[in-house]
């Protein structure tokens, strides 16, 4: 049932659009968004082609485009080859008005279909292509750089930031004139130690007012001595919640912290790669909620039963896929073995990882050698 619905949404007469203007706080968004749109992206008609092309701004050659061009000139025929001149021309023409950004395009002049994005961030070089849009980098970027926001803070100060895709963009500052620690004559010591503390969490209410408003899914709290535990304690429980971490830092050490906290996100990334390994086997060795393998794993993909694929980082499998009647399988046919059809050559993985993408699974790349000896993918489940 859930095949009826992705053919549905796939008939679409126009469609190019572009996103993520750099620097475009909702760069992270798009990039969901995006991905989950292309990985939707399949026909019946196995005669169906898509371009996809990463730019990496730092190593693009100009020669890399055109070989890769030629190349692919040399194998396509009749209006395969027609599609795909012209969408490599709309493909070269967009890379040419946005020289100096990292890009990915997916086209195809056939379905009139062009969309693209802007990254934060370098890729490796590619062309590619195939009958559904090569989205394999695109979901690491998504794995790989989880967005939080940043406050930093004492008791009088607090700037907020948001980090998404590795980069780092200012939101808000905020301060209050609080009273010194020690009283300068006037009332009582207990008195003026309470007026301070009042101020001090009137303060804090303005903070948590803002991050209710801007705060990500992920939150890190920043800066010298207690007063981030304070302010994290008195936030209400789904603000506590989203806290991952807290970095002890002086005030005026912004660089610092910027750069401490994206060295946070990747550990933290390993972090969970390493643990959702070890829930894989952990479900493996009882027999409980996991799958592993190309074949087992495809099946509950298919189903709708994944709860977090892990995939192995720069593996590729040889395998085919059959536009027809959706059958993927490792290896090399000529035809299909369930209907007779023609069958286009895929990397199992990729068609595994799009299937994944539709039915909203979570999903982990992973160098660990523990993926690699279980079939080079895996999956945990939502049931069985
Ligand atoms: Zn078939």
Redesign the pocket.
Known sequence: MLLLRFTESKKISKHITSYGNLGNENMKNDLDELIRELSEIYDADSQDMYVTTYINKKALDVKFLDQRERACKLLLKGEELKNFGNTIEETKEFIKKNTGSNLAIFASDKHNFFKSILLPIELKNALVVDSSPYIRPLARIQDEWESFTLVLLNSNYAKIFSVSLGKVEHKKNLSKDIMNKHKKGGCSQARFQRLRKGAIHAFFSEVEEALEKIADKRIVLAGPGQAKIQFKDMLPKHLNERIVDLIDIDIDDEKELLKESINLISEREEQKSHEAIKQLKEEILKDGLAVYGIEETLRAVKNGQVELLLIEKNCKIRGWI?E????VKEGAVKA??????T?SEVDVLEEILEFAERTDAEIEFTDDEGISNLGHIGAILRYK
Do not use: R
């Open positions: 059959c027809n009647c959706q059958m299909c073995l369930n209907c007779g059809k069958v």
